[in-house]
């Protein structure tokens, strides 16, 4: 069966260090977002792809950045780790932009 | 960015009872309309979309639509605990050049007691 992957699940690290959350779907799904989730805010969109090698900002990307190298795959990357970031992520993908996501597992991440 | 506004809740309703939950969207130009259920800690799993103005069922959820008020709705019959769950509303909008992009609200809390 298709489906969404994320790993870690589980990641703690500290304040400054570079953290890559991995992402990959086998739906073959042209767009992928990568989401957080923070209590009072819902779910906020921070980077989206609409195909390999495109990638766009959504509106809470500051201090994180993504590549997309195939289909499959949209790793997130927190470039300098903050306790601001401290959060759980999600990843989802779509066959149409603006039409059903499917969400991953998510990854719980804390930031000391 | 648009706007999706929710009920935070708690919604809490006896079983057996129909369940309302509402959200209103701010882009006029939105065209799909989608409710996920989200248990505490885990992802938001789809349980419908809609696309047209009026009312589409799912087994006991049923959307609502009203583009001219800018209001979806699901309405949950015969509600169970296992409902228990925050519910998310999504709305699509363009973002330019046909870029179509999804905008949660930040969903309701609803409490089944059994």
């Known amino acids: 069966d298709a489906e969404i992957t994320q790993s870690p699940r589980h990641k703690i690290t500290e304040t400054g260090r570079q953290v890559t959350l991995a992402c990959h779907q086998t739906?073959?799904?042209?767009?992928m977002f990568w989401y957080r989730q923070d209590l009072g805010h819902g779910l906020r969109l921070i980077h989206y792809?609409?195909?390999?090698?495109?990638?766009n900002k959504g509106e809470v990307s500051d201090g994180y950045s993504v590549s997309r190298s195939n289909t499959e795959d949209l790793p997130l990357t927190l470039e300098s780790a903050a306790s601001s970031q401290t959060s759980v992520y999600f990843c989802?993908?779509?066959?149409?932009?603006?039409?059903?996501?499917?969400f991953g597992p998510g990854t719980r991440l804390t930031v000391l | 960015q648009k706007e999706v506004e929710q009920n935070s809740g708690p919604l809490s309703v006896p079983e057996g009872a129909i369940a309302s939950l509402n959200c209103t969207y701010s882009d006029r130009g939105s065209q799909s309309f989608f409710w996920y259920r989200q248990y505490s800690g885990k992802s938001p799993e789809l349980i419908m979309f809609?696309?047209?103005?009026g009312d589409k069922e799912d087994g006991r959820f049923t959307a609502q639509l009203n583009k001219a008020s800018q209001y979806v709705s699901l309405l949950i019959r015969d509600s169970q605990p296992s409902d228990s769950a925050t519910y998310l509303c999504?709305?699509?909008?363009?973002?330019?050049?046909?870029?179509?992009?999804?905008?949660f609200g930040k969903g309701t809390l609803l409490t089944v007691n059994p």
């Open positions: 792809s609409y195909g390999v090698q495109d990638t």
């Open positions: 989802a993908s779509s066959r149409l932009a603006g039409y059903t996501q499917y």
């Open positions: 739906w073959n799904h042209n767009n």
């Open positions: 999504a709305v699509n909008w363009d973002s330019g050049g046909s870029n179509y992009k999804l905008t």
């Open positions: 809609i696309y047209s103005n």
